[in-house]
C-alpha cells in the first residue's frame, strides 16, 4: 500500500486559510466582480447613475430626496450616495467613489468575520465565494453597501447586542433589510432588562437622531413615504410571487412583464398578478411577526443556544423579506450571504453540528447566486422574454429560496423543541448557566 503524503495539502489549506491568504483572496475576488461590473456596465450602473443624479441635484441645486420630494429609499441612504458627489464631478467619477465606498465596507466586514472564532477563515472563504457567484450586481446597488453592514451586526451581535442592534438601525435606515437583523437581535434578547438596554436604547436613539434630522430639515411626512411607495408597487417579475404566472405563461395565458418608468422596473400586470401583490404585502408582515415570535419562544426553552437561534432568526427574516416580497430584485440575495457566512463561523457546539445544520444552505445558496447571476444581467432578455430555460431557471431559483426559509424555520423549531426532551430527561444542559451568565454580563 502506497500512503500519500498529506503535508502539501495541509500546507496549502494553512496557507488559504491564513490572514495574507484571505486578504489574496479578497484582493483577487473583488478584481473580478470590477471587472465583470464594468463588463456589464449598463446593467450594473443603472441604478449608480440615479444616485448621482439624486446626489448631484442635492449638492448642486439643493433639492434633496425626502426633503424636498417623496423618494423610494429611507433618508438614510443620502449618506451613502452623497460623498462620491462630493469627491468626484463626473459620472465615471462617481462610479469608482462608489466602488471603492462598497470595497472598503466589504473590506471591513471580511476582516471581522475572519476574525470570527472558531471557523472565521472559513467563512471568509464561502463569502468570497458566495459573491463571486452572485456577480457584480452588488457592486452597483446600495445593498452593496448594506450587506457589509448586516455582516458585521450578526459577527459582533452575541457579545456587543446593543453596537449590533445601533448598526441595524442604520442599516434599515439606508435600506429595509438589515430591519431583520433588528428584530431577530430582538427577538433573542431573552429578558425585559436586556430588550430595553440592547434594543430599545440603540434602536431608538438612532431613529431619533434620524428623523429630528430630516424633520429639521423640512421633510415633514415625506420622511415615512417610502413606506407608501413600497405599498404602492406592483408585482415585480423576478419575485417569486410571479413564478406562477410565468410558468402559466410557458403554456398558456402569457403574461408580459411592463415596463414601469417611474420606478424603472419590469412588472407583471393583471388581476390575478395584482392579488398576488396584495397578499404578499400581508403575508410579509405575518412571517416576519411568526419568525419573530418563534426565535422568542426558541431562546426562552433554550437561552444556552441564544446565538443560534438568532442566526437562524436573522436568515429566516431576510429569506422572508425576499419569498414574501412582491419586489424580488436579483441585488437582494447579497441580503443572505451574511447570515450563512456568520453562521459558519459561529454557529453551533461543535464543528460536526455546525456543518450538518449550515452545509446544505451554504452550498443551495451557493447554487441560488449563480442561478440569480444568470438571471441578470447574463440572460435577463431572455428571461423577460419568457425563453422556456431561462423561465425555469427563475422558477428553480424562486423554489430555492422557499425551500431555504422552510429549512431555517424547521431548524427553529427542532431547538425549541428540543427543549421538551431535555426536561423529559429532566436535566439542562451543562453549559447553559455560565452561557446564560455571559448574555447578563453583555
Known amino acids: 500500500m502506497v500512503l500519500t503524503d498529506a503535508r ?6 494553512r496557507a488559504l486559510l491564513s490572514p495574507w ?3 489574496a483572496a479578497f484582493v483577487a475576488a473583488h478584481a473580478w466582480l470590477i ?10 450602473f443603472g441604478d449608480v447613475v440615479l444616485y448621482e443624479w439624486w446626489a448631484r441635484n442635492g449638492v448642486d441645486a439643493a433639492r434633496w430626496p425626502v426633503f424636498d420630494y417623496a423618494w423610494v429609499y429611507p433618508v438614510g441612504a443620502l449618506l451613502a450616495i452623497t460623498p462620491p458627489a462630493w469627491v468626484s464631478q463626473t459620472t465615471a467619477g462617481y462610479e469608482w467613489v462608489w466602488l471603492g465606498l462598497v470595497v472598503t465596507l466589504n473590506a471591513v466586514a471580511t476582516v471581522l468575520l475572519a476574525r470570527a472564532r472558531p471557523r472565521g477563515p472559513l467563512a471568509a472563504w464561502f463569502w468570497l465565494v458566495f459573491l463571486i457567484a452572485l456577480g457584480p450586481i452588488f457592486l452597483g446597488r446600495l445593498d452593496g453597501v448594506i450587506a457589509p453592514v448586516i455582516l458585521v451586526a450578526l459577527v459582533i451581535a452575541a457579545r456587543h447586542p446593543a453596537t449590533a442592534m445601533t448598526l441595524a438601525t442604520i442599516g434599515a435606515w439606508i435600506k429595509i433589510a438589515p430591519g431583520a437583523v433588528a428584530v431577530a437581535i430582538a427577538a433573542t434578547s431573552g429578558s425585559i432588562h436586556r430588550f430595553a438596554r440592547n434594543v430599545v436604547l440603540p434602536g431608538a436613539l438612532v431613529t431619533t437622531l434620524v428623523l429630528g434630522w430630516a424633520l429639521a430639515g423640512g421633510s415633514g411626512g415625506r420622511v415615512l413615504d417610502v413606506f407608501g411607495e413600497q405599498s404602492d408597487r406592483n408585482l415585480q417579475v423576478e419575485s417569486v410571487g410571479a413564478t406562477p404566472f410565468l410558468l402559466i405563461g410557458m403554456d398558456g395565458p402569457r403574461y408580459d412583464p411592463a415596463w414601469n418608468d417611474e420606478i424603472y422596473t419590469y412588472e407583471v400586470l393583471g388581476s390575478a398578478p395584482h392579488a398576488m401583490a396584495e397578499a404578499l404585502d400581508v403575508a410579509l408582515l405575518v412571517v416576519v411577526t411568526l419568525v419573530a415570535l418563534l426565535a422568542a419562544f426558541a431562546v426562552r426553552r433554550r437561552p444556552e443556544r441564544a446565538q443560534d437561534i438568532l442566526l437562524l432568526t436573522a436568515a429566516a427574516g431576510l429569506l422572508a423579506l425576499i419569498v414574501c416580497n412582491k419586489v424580488g430584485s436579483p441585488q437582494f440575495i447579497a441580503w443572505l450571504g451574511p447570515p450563512v457566512a456568520a453562521a459558519v463561523a459561529l454557529y453551533g457546539r461543535d464543528a460536526t453540528e455546525a456543518r450538518r445544520t449550515w452545509l446544505p444552505p451554504a452550498l443551495g445558496l451557493i447554487v441560488t447566486a449563480s442561478l440569480t447571476k444568470m438571471i441578470f444581467p447574463v440572460r435577463y432578455g431572455e428571461f423577460l422574454g419568457g425563453f422556456p430555460e431561462m423561465t425555469l431557471v427563475g422558477a428553480v431559483r424562486n423554489a430555492l429560496l422557499v425551500a431555504l426559509l ?3 424555520v424547521v431548524r427553529l423549531v427542532q431547538i425549541a423543541a428540543a427543549a421538551d426532551r431535555r426536561d423529559a430527561r429532566g436535566g439542562a444542559s451543562a453549559d447553559a448557566p455560565a452561557l446564560q451568565k455571559e448574555q447578563d454580563d453583555t
Open 8 to 13: 502539501p495539502v495541509r500546507a496549502l489549506t
Open 21 to 23: 491568504g484571505i486578504a
Open 35 to 44: 471587472h465583470e461590473a464594468w463588463q456589464w456596465e449598463p446593467q450594473i
Open 406 to 408: 422552510l429549512g431555517a
